[in-house]
Structure formats: structure tokens, C-alpha cells
């Protein structure tokens, strides 16, 4: 059991490539969530998604695509990357019990546009 | 919208003493307020968590404290050692909105001087 993996770990970008991170889930969770962490900002909100073919924004979704085909993965993807997309990216996935959701992460992937 | 607001930004303790994390959240309707420890380079990983339906929560050094009223949740950590330094972030989440996000406070820098 893995949990939540996440590809690649690092990369880096220059302004105006594209590129998409996978997050993958081996828990049979209903939901996801694509998260960025900047220093002194906390976890923001991207887009997340309450099950297979389902995606909605987040808080902060500007200049992020994604697709949730199967229930196992979430794809995060970057049209034309700008310097202010450096960040590290999260993933999680959580089940709901009763109606409370607890949240499980990946390792996140550091991203650098330079 | 949604706001959860999180104190001190740093903490610094000697090892042994106790260290207390606050927050506040805006939204009254939320009812699940999980707590998540992050170590350098690491993904945040969930420590202890509360539902609106007790007000403390205890788990050996760890507890948090839940007060409705006032929207404020806190979290407590005991006899505090060299390995509790980290990042916490605290968050709260709606369950009625049956998406399980969460709104994440800024988060707290604690360190454990031995």
C-alpha cells in the first residue's frame, strides 16, 4: 500500500513550457486535491475533485488545468508556465467518515520556472 | 469567505516545556479541524484532529482544545522534545459542503531547544 505517490519529485521549467504532475492513490479515496506551499503562505487550494470525471477550482486555480479520468489518479497540468509557479505541489487524497474528511498527502514535487 | 488565522507564526521552546499553537476560523458551520506536522523537506502529515462534537482531544504529548463559541481551536504539546521541531499547520473544513476541503492556517515554526 503506497498511499499517495506523486511524479516527478523535482523539475524545472522554463517560462512558457508545459508540463503535468500526476498524483496517484491506492486507498480507493473518493476525493482529491492539488495543493501549492509557498513559504509563509501555508497550503493553498488549487482544484480538487469529489470523484472520477468530477473536477472543480479551488483557491487559487489561475494558469492550472486538470482531469481526473480514473478515480485513482489526479493530474495537474501547466499550460504555459510563469516564474510565480515556482512552488512545491501537493497532492491528497482523502476518504469521508460520517462526513469528516481526512486528508492524506504525497511527498509534493518541487517546481522551478525559471 | 473562509479564513483560518494561526499564532504564533514562530515558537521556540526549551525542550521539556510545554508549546501551545492557536487558531481561529470564520466560518461557523465548519466542523472538522484537523492538525498536520510537517518536517523540512517533508509532506505534512496528520498528527491529531477534532470534530465539533468534543471539545478536547488528547493523544500521549499531544492534545487539542476546541471551543465553538469563541471559533477557536488550539493545540498543545507536552514535555515537548528535540523531535517535535517542525512546522503545524492547523485547518478546518465544512462537512456539509461534501468536498472535504480544507482551509489551512499560515502555519507555526516550532522549535525544541535541548
Known amino acids: 500500500n503506497a498511499g499517495v505517490t506523486q511524479t516527478p519529485k523535482f523539475r524545472v521549467l522554463k517560462t512558457g513550457q508545459s508540463m503535468t504532475l500526476l498524483c496517484a492513490q491506492d486507498?480507493?479515496?473518493?476525493?482529491m486535491y492539488w495543493y501549492r506551499q509557498d513559504p509563509g503562505m501555508g497550503l493553498r487550494l488549487i482544484h480538487y475533485?469529489?470523484?472520477?470525471?468530477?473536477?472543480a477550482k479551488g483557491e487559487v486555480p489561475d494558469g492550472y488545468n486538470v482531469s481526473r479520468l480514473k478515480k485513482q489518479n489526479f493530474l495537474l497540468g501547466l499550460e504555459s508556465a510563469a516564474p510565480s509557479q515556482t512552488s512545491v505541489y501537493f497532492c491528497?487524497?482523502?476518504?469521508?467518515?460520517?462526513?469528516?474528511?481526512?486528508?492524506?498527502f504525497g511527498p509534493g514535487t518541487r517546481l522551478t520556472v525559471t | 469567505g473562509e479564513n483560518v488565522e494561526q499564532h504564533p507564526s514562530t515558537l521556540s521552546v526549551q525542550e521539556g516545556d510545554s508549546a501551545v499553537i492557536k487558531c481561529t476560523y470564520s466560518?461557523?458551520?465548519?466542523?472538522?479541524f484537523p492538525w498536520y506536522k510537517q518536517e523540512l523537506g517533508k509532506r505534512p502529515q496528520l498528527i491529531i484532529d477534532?470534530?465539533?462534537?468534543?471539545g478536547e482531544k488528547k493523544d500521549q504529548r499531544i492534545a487539542v482544545t476546541l471551543n465553538k463559541t469563541a471559533k477557536h481551536f488550539s493545540l498543545h504539546i507536552t514535555e515537548t522534545q528535540p523531535e517535535d521541531s517542525a512546522v503545524y499547520f492547523c485547518a478546518a473544513s465544512r462537512g456539509s459542503s461534501n468536498t472535504g476541503k480544507l482551509i489551512f492556517g499560515q502555519g507555526t515554526t516550532l522549535q525544541v531547544k535541548p
Open positions: 466560518d461557523s458551520a465548519s466542523n472538522y
Open positions: 486507498m480507493n479515496h473518493e476525493y
Open positions: 491528497a487524497s482523502s476518504r469521508t467518515s460520517a462526513g469528516y474528511y481526512e486528508q492524506y
Open positions: 475533485s469529489v470523484g472520477e470525471g468530477t473536477t
Open positions: 477534532i470534530r465539533s462534537n468534543v
